[in-house]
């Protein structure tokens, strides 16, 4: 079984930075791509970012040249680097790494989110 374990959220002024951490944990053989989504409180679940075993990364159009996603293979953990913030961007914040166990059995994990808060 695998599971993420996030962190890093707070609260912070428009303009500020945090950085997330997306720790994946169990019996993992690879982890194929992880993904960052959001939700903001009465809206749906939406995508930030998401960074493949070979590290290309895509991002959502509202995050494009603010946010940075980076991995760092031998923890089994992502990083969301987030930069200019704005009070939009408050929400929850949630991880979802994919890939293989040991058994080579195939996993969709979610972590269990972390709040973001953008406010003066």
């Known amino acids: 079984q695998v599971y993420a374990v996030e962190s890093g959220g707070g609260l912070v002024q428009p303009g500020g930075s945090l950085r997330l951490s997306c720790a994946a944990h169990?019996?993992?053989?690879?982890?194929?791509?992880v993904n960052w989504y959001r939700q903001a409180p009465g809206k749906q679940r939406g995508f930030v970012a998401a960074?493949?075993?070979?590290?290309?990364?895509n991002y959502a159009d509202s995050v494009k040249g603010r946010f940075t996603i980076s991995r760092d293979n031998v923890r089994n953990t992502v990083y969301l680097e987030m930069k200019n913030l704005k009070p939009e961007d408050t929400a929850v914040y949630y991880c979802?790494?994919?890939?293989?166990?040991?058994?080579?059995?195939?996993?969709?994990?979610w972590g269990q989110g972390t709040q973001v808060t953008v406010s003066s």
């Open positions: 960074i493949s075993s070979g590290g290309s990364a």
């Open positions: 979802n790494p994919k890939g293989r166990t040991e058994k080579y059995a195939s996993f969709d994990s």
């Open positions: 169990g019996s993992i053989y690879s982890i194929d791509v």
